[in-house]
T-cell receptor, first 112, second 113 residues
Framework: GESVGLHLPTLSVQEGDNSIINCAYS??????FIWYKQESGKGPQFIID?????DKRQGQRVTVLLNKTVKHLSLQIAATQPGDSAVYFC???????????FGTGTRLTIIP | ETGVTQTPRHLVMGMTNKKSLKCEQH?????MYWYKQSAKKPLELMFV???????ENNSVPSRFSPECPNSSHLFLHLHTLQPEDSALYLC????????????FGQGTRLTVV
């Protein structure tokens, strides 16, 4: 069945360093992938998405890479800040389907 | 502040109680969602409404009953819940059901005793 998983449940990074959060997916028919950030006591917040016809997309301090060959997705956060501490979820879906499939999340902790 | 507001933030209810969760958005979005977030589990989609019509019911028990009276409001009516229903219930909205960007509320932390 469909599944979206993350390689590591927790990740600690020194403030100012870059961080990479990984995600594996199994549905080769997925049309797009999304990264969400969830801070403590808050709902998930959209960060960035990428369509399946792209390999890379950049936002403000974030880059998402998509490797369809190995069904792997990553979120790179540059020059991490304390405010980046949160749980990060990847999600995938295909057009015409309302049901986003979420992973279990990676908790990113930024060490001052 | 995402523009999606949920009330109450916390709710404790007995298994015989009836309560309702409320979600409100004034973003002009046409699609609204209920998700359940349990510890160490992925977010689970419960219901999807598009233009006030339910388009997805993801095999949710009947003790959860959604209501969408207009495009800005979404309710989740709860009755005879079980302790395993304790979780964070998140409401979200998006421009339409095909939009990739959903805006989430802060959630209602529900505890069933």
């Amino acid at each position: 069945g469909e599944s979206v998983g993350l390689h590591l449940p927790t990740l600690s990074v020194q403030e100012g360093d870059n961080s990479i959060i990984n995600c594996a997916y199994s549905n080769s028919a997925s049309d797009y992938f999304i990264w969400y950030k969830q801070e403590s006591g808050k709902g998930p917040q959209f960060i960035i998405d990428i369509r399946s016809n792209m390999d890379k997309r950049q936002g403000q301090r974030v880059t998402v890479l998509l490797n369809k060959t190995v069904k792997h997705l990553s979120l790179q956060i540059a020059a991490t800040q304390p405010g980046d501490s949160a749980v990060y979820f990847c999600a995938e879906n295909y057009f015409g389907n309302e049901k986003l499939t979420f992973g279990t999340g990676t908790r990113l902790t930024i060490i001052p | 502040e995402t523009g999606v507001t949920q009330t109450p933030r916390h709710l404790v209810m007995g298994m015989t109680n009836k309560k309702s969760l409320k979600c409100e958005q004034h973003l002009g979005h046409n699609a609204m969602y209920w998700y359940k977030q349990s510890a160490k589990k992925p977010l689970e989609l419960m219901f999807v409404y598009s233009l006030e019509e339910r388009v997805e019911n993801n095999s949710v028990p009947s003790r959860f009953s959604p209501e969408c009276p207009n495009s800005s409001h979404l309710f989740l009516h709860l009755h005879t819940l079980q302790p395993e229903d304790s979780a964070l219930y998140l409401c979200a909205s998006s421009q339409d059901r095909r939009s990739t960007e959903a805006f989430f509320g802060q959630g209602t932390r529900l505890t069933v005793v």
